[in-house]
């Protein structure tokens, strides 16, 4: 079942988010179930990140390997999963 997941991250800059997605970008373009990713500042001073996945299992699994275990000290996100009614993929 195809997912959303946003990702609220209060805390987060634009400098942490880009040091974290060089480390993860190769990582996540080869993870199962990977399907699309993308992030933004908000309004409110937080950054705001969105994903597709196949599964949120596919998800869960590559947070709690490759994500979890490198957030900067007291950042924490705030995961949440949406499930697609459509998804056309490239």
């Known amino acids: 079942m195809t997912v959303l997941i946003t990702v609220d991250v209060h805390g987060q800059t634009a400098e942490g988010y880009d040091g974290m997605i060089a480390v993860l970008e190769p990582l996540i373009k080869q993870a199962p179930g990977f399907m699309m990713h993308g992030a933004y500042a908000t309004e409110e001073g937080q950054w705001r990140v969105f994903e597709v996945w196949a599964t949120k299992e596919d ?19 705030k995961r949440s999963v949406h499930v697609l009614h459509g998804c056309v993929p490239a």
């Open 59 to 77: 998800s869960d699994r590559f947070f709690a390997q490759h994500i979890a275990p490198i957030l900067p000290p007291g950042v924490r996100p």
